[in-house]
């Protein structure tokens, strides 16, 4: 699928699905295109790139997302080796009375 940006003669910009460009091309050859402001039919694409899949948003999101994971997994290490750090300064501590 292919989305496009398209304007009808009264720059009404809008965005329509296709199956592919050939798809697009054999509508708006045929009329079948129509823009939904004023029901022109006479379509362009507008002067922008097709956008395929993810946008950039949708992309930074997810890499933000597992930032957040990747971050919230070394707190919790953080937080475990604390725990274990002051677990074995506990025992080392009476380790060392027991020595005296
Ligand atoms: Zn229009």
Not at 19 to 25: C, K, L, V
Not at 36 to 65: F, L
Request: glycine share 4%; proline share 3%; hydrophobic share 40%.
């Amino acid at each position: 699928m292919i989305k496009y940006e398209l304007k009808c003669r009264k720059d009404h910009v809008f965005e329509a699905w296709f199956y592919d460009s050939a798809t697009y091309d054999k509508q708006a050859a045929g009329g079948k295109i129509v823009c939904p402001v004023c029901n022109s039919r006479k379509i362009t694409k507008a002067p922008m790139a097709p956008r395929i899949g993810k946008s950039k948003g949708e992309v930074a999101a997810a890499e933000a997302k597992e930032v957040a994971v990747a971050m919230k997994a070394l707190r919790e290490l953080r937080d475990h080796v604390e725990k274990n750090a002051d677990y074995v300064g506990d025992q080392f501590a009476e380790e060392a009375r027991k020595i005296h």
